[in-house]
């Protein structure tokens, strides 16, 4: 068993675009997270519900149940509140980037994003 798997996290991966679900995915297994991924807001409330991820990558825009009202849910659920949630969005408007720090994100990051800085980002945000 390596050192690293002590240490692994749980990360919920959430976005309609199959080929950002599936790059991302890579990235985190690779820097040794358990990864579950979503394909839509109802997908990822009941992963939520049962399975309890350390941190979440949380597109906003999805047919569905959006982005916003996932982390609202999980800020406002008591057992939840402590997961961390991180937007990537193309939304970069202010307002909408205001938006979700205000319902609890801990980071917001635009797309296109740079996969290095967020990996930076995850592992400084889960202490790793």
Avoid: W
């Avoid at 890579?26 to 040794?32: A, E």
């Avoid at 990822?44 to 959006?66: E, F, G, R, S, Y």
């Avoid at 996932?70 to 406002?76: L, M, V």
Wanted: proline residues 3%; neutral net charge.
């Amino acid at each position: 068993m390596n050192a690293g798997s002590i240490n692994m996290k749980k990360i919920l991966v959430v976005d309609d675009d199959p080929y950002i679900l599936m790059s991302l995915e890579f990235l985190m297994k690779k820097s040794g997270n358990e990864v579950m991924i979503a394909r839509n807001g109802t997908e990822a409330l009941d992963i939520i519900a049962n399975n309890k991820p350390d941190l979440v990558l949380l597109d906003i825009m999805m047919p569905d149940v959006d982005g916003y009202s996932i982390c609202k849910h999980i800020k406002q659920t008591k057992e939840l509140k402590d997961i961390i949630v991180v937007f990537l969005s193309a939304k970069t408007h202010e307002a909408d980037i205001e938006k979700g720090y205000k319902l609890g994100a801990a980071k917001y990051i635009n797309k296109p994003f740079s996969t290095r800085e967020l990996m930076k980002d995850v592992k400084e945000l889960l202490g790793q």
